[in-house]
């Protein structure tokens, strides 16, 4: 209806209910929630505002500290209705705080807020004061907004003349959806307590701006940005009045106000999304970081928040490549609901991962890349979702309800997406919850990225270090071994230190730790190729000094910045002995089994791997069965701040602790040196107990360069092993031995031939001569009288083979024995 010169309104003016109408939406509301002990437990972003205390001062505080309730009603009762005004909130909320009424209050007050001068500034406040009933800490549920956000900026126009009061809803039309964006006002809570208060308030009365005794406005739940078709409306009355010629209300102009109000509105949206940004990323642990990602949004934003990514990105995998299709599999990581426990569980459990066909709203997601709103799931909707769930029912959770699906990227790659659902009770997801969803999604997106590259980055650094540190076999001829290796803590989990253990000729074993200067890939790199070239000359059976050397020069050969320490012994179980070289490497400590004392080994120190031009020295050490030799990397020992010797002196103690197996005396040390704070260094830890080989258990014969003494051999072998008990290995290991000493009789020069039987956990059978060529594996014709000797030995043998020795060579083989009784 236009207002002309007929309408006893004056042009240029609208009454207060008209103007009411475009503003009252567009006013933020601060919500307060007082606990029964009169303390605020919820203080929103529009308390903040219109107070002037932030949430963190707010919270935990006395509500009569916060919201002013001295004054009193003025005593001229004949004042115009709701023009009063009074210091503070007035006694009818002093009442609801105090006193704990059961009925509703409201009031207008004018405060003194503190802002940026010392004396603070004036605000005329509304407000309306609910208690509450029922379980839950929550006493009182205070609303207040801003009068001035409803007084146009011209002089006169209707509004002067409001206040505050209470109507039931249903009087209004709309009604239902009022109190459907009821709870939009509400703090996050869950579903159940949420309509418990809306009922609350409902029943109690709605919230109303009354201009007259018959002139009542509700006040609509809102964000406090206009909705688009409001503004629509504004913008088209405010020009039919232009083109009648009539001045235009300052209710229905777009000017600086309502942009000033859609800003405060933005800004509600921003500062959830940076306190959902404080929550999420607080760990590089891709599974931590989707619980956080999920938990960050119920039940502030939407009440089941459902996580689903790509299986690359769940295995810790590369970068997934590619679009997405029907193929796709998505594993669900994360369910988060409001809902009672368990109601989800079932129907939908984490781990589960399914594809998605093309005619969902979830495919339409990760294929585009974008947001998907569905205001409300349908009947059929609801069906074609449930489909894909076999003989799961999974419309009563999803029917009816309000849905928003938003894409988890990175790099313009769609890594996941998270659904996420709104009960029916609750406001249905608008175009601005999209616009925060995909905000949300994309910070989401980012985080989880992180989180999937440090976990890729971290798989492959240990899947580097694991296959460049050797597999040792727990036990060596006459003795048995144990290692660990701990990452460094500072500079990721790739480092230089390395430990080994070599299969030597005499049932000897050589035990090798070293450790790289510097850390990261260069350093792990640099360890490769200094264990393989020591693999490599150890099995040349090279004297403990003279490999250190040669492993000197080859890293001067590789470049100036190769520098390690490396400590290399072999040990002869035969013998009884040690021999050590060391090379700038800490001294190894050896436990001795007679009266469990502990010692370092005095060893000449030795410069480091790559330093040249100094000699290096081997020391003799003759140990027992039953001692045991530890050799680690300083990074074990070294703290800090501390000096090195009270690391050694540590590892001496833990190292001499009574152990029932290797691994137990290696988890002593590791426990007693390992968990030391301040450590930064990657640790290499190597024990081994030197059982021996008793001398029954060793046989040992000389054969002339003749080539009958291969029979001799043979019966030689048999009749030991009958000795010993092992008739059923004769024949087999007699044939084989046999056919060694064939060889070495037809190619070796020297005069005598050495056959070595040794028996313990395996049987080996090693035969000596003094040509140094290797012999290699042929395959014979069926003519040729020579060539079968070494396939008989490889087809027989559990394990075998060659290597250099400082006379010649020694050509060996192992056979599985009976476990002894």
Avoid at 127 to 135: D, F, H, I, R
Avoid at 314 to 319: K, L
Avoid at 753 to 763: F, K, P, Q, Y
């Amino acid at each position: 209806m236009d207002r002309g010169a007929g309408s006893g309104v004056p042009p240029g003016r609208v009454t207060g209910r008209e103007a009411a109408e475009h503003a009252v939406g567009r006013i933020p509301l601060a919500v307060v929630v007082v606990d029964r002990d009169g303390r605020v437990s919820h203080w929103s972003s529009g308390a903040r505002r219109l107070f002037g205390a932030a949430r963190e001062d707010a919270v935990g505080r006395a509500a009569v500290d916060l919201l002013p309730v001295s004054g009193a009603l003025p005593e001229d009762d004949e004042a115009p209705y709701g023009t009063y005004a009074v210091e503070g909130l007035g006694p009818g909320l002093d009442a609801s705080l105090e006193d704990g009424l059961s009925y509703p209050a409201a009031g207008r007050a004018r405060l003194t807020v503190p802002g940026d001068d010392r004396d603070g500034h004036r605000v005329d406040v509304l407000w309306w004061a609910y208690p509450l009933v029922g379980p839950g800490r929550g006493r009182l549920l205070v609303l207040a907004a801003d009068a001035g956000a409803l007084r146009p900026g011209e002089e006169g126009a209707g509004l002067e003349r409001i206040a505050p009061g209470f109507a039931l809803h249903t009087d209004f039309p709309g009604a239902e959806d009022l109190a459907r964006r009821l709870p939009e006002i509400l703090p996050s809570m869950s579903v159940g307590d949420g309509a418990r208060i809306v009922a609350q308030v409902l029943e109690l009365g709605y919230p109303v701006l009354e201009f007259s005794r018959h002139d009542r406005v509700p006040v609509t739940p809102d964000w406090g940005v206009p909705r688009r078709a409001e503004r629509r409306a504004r913008r088209e009355r405010a020009a039919r009045a232009a083109a009648e010629g009539r001045p235009v209300p300052a209710a229905l102009r777009d000017e600086d106000d309502g942009e000033d109000l859609e800003y405060a509105a933005v800004r509600e949206h921003l500062e959830f999304l940076n306190e959902v940004s404080s929550r999420i990323g607080s760990s590089l642990d891709l599974s931590r970081t989707i619980v956080e990602v999920s938990k960050a949004v119920v039940p502030r934003f939407t009440d089941v928040a459902g996580t689903y990514l790509r299986e690359q990105v769940v295995a810790g995998e590369g970068f997934p490549e590619g679009v997405p299709d029907t193929t796709t599999l998505w594993h669900r990581v994360a369910v988060e609901h409001t809902d009672e426990p368990g109601r989800w569980d079932d129907v939908v459990p984490v781990g589960e991962a399914m594809p998605f066909p093309a005619h969902t709203p979830f495919f339409q997601c990760m294929t585009s890349g974008q947001p998907v709103l569905v205001p409300r799931i349908s009947e059929e909707l609801g069906h074609a979702i449930a489909a894909q769930f076999e003989k799961r029912d999974i419309r009563p959770l999803i029917t009816h309800r309000s849905m928003l699906v938003v894409p988890l990227k990175a790099r313009n790659v769609v890594l996941g997406f998270m659904i996420l659902l709104r009960h029916p009770e609750r406001a249905l997801f608008n175009d601005m919850d999209r616009v925060t969803g995909a905000e949300l999604a994309a910070r989401a997106g980012l985080v989880l990225d992180n989180a999937r590259m440090y976990t890729y980055q971290e798989s492959v650094a240990e899947t580097l270090q694991d296959s460049m540190l050797p597999h040792i076999p727990p036990r060596r001829a006459g003795c048995d071994i144990a290692t660990r290796y701990l990452p460094g803590t500072l500079l990721g989990r790739v480092g230089g230190d390395w430990f080994d253990s070599v299969k030597l000729p005499g049932a000897r074993t050589a035990l090798v730790v070293g450790d790289v200067m510097g850390h990261g890939l260069n350093s792990a790199a640099m360890m490769g190729q200094l264990r393989t070239a020591v693999q490599t000359m150890a099995a040349l059976d090279l004297p403990p000094a003279q490999l250190l050397r040669n492993l000197d020069d080859l890293a001067q050969r590789l470049g100036e910045h190769y520098l390690a320490t490396c400590l290399y012994a072999v040990y002869d179980p035969i013998a009884g002995e040690l021999r050590l070289a060391n090379a700038g490497h800490i001294p190894p400590v050896l436990v001795r089994a007679a009266d469990g004392r502990s010692e370092l080994l005095d060893l000449p120190t030795g410069a480091p791997i790559g330093v040249g031009g100094v000699a290096f020295e081997a020391v003799r050490v003759r140990v027992r069965p039953g001692d045991r030799l530890v050799m680690c990397t300083d990074g074990l020992v070294e703290v800090r701040g501390e000096d090195i010797g009270v690391g050694l002196a540590t590892l001496c103690e833990s190292a001499a602790h009574p152990a029932a197996s290797m691994d137990d005396a290696c988890d002593t040390v590791i426990r007693a040196l390992g968990t030391r704070g301040g450590r930064k260094d990657d640790v290499a830890l190597l024990l081994a107990r030197l059982n021996g080989v008793e001398a029954g258990d060793v046989a040992e014969w000389s054969f002339a360069h003749a080539p009958a003494e291969a029979h001799r051999a043979r019966a030689a072998v048999r009749e030991q092993l009958r000795v010993w008990g092992l008739a059923a290995l004769a024949d087999a290991t007699a044939l084989m031995a046999g056919e060694l000493v064939t060889n070495a009789v037809r190619h070796a020069r020297g005069r005598r031939i050495e056959l070595r039987l040794v028996r313990g956990d395996t049987l080996l059978c090693e035969v000596d001569d003094d040509d140094p060529t290797l012999p290699t594996l042929l395959d014979a014709d069926p003519a040729d009288e020579f060539g079968r000797g070494l396939r008989v030995v490889s087809t027989l043998a559990r394990e075998w083979g060659t290597s250099r020795t400082g006379g010649g060579k020694t050509v060996w083989f192992e056979q599985t024995t009976p476990r002894r009784r």
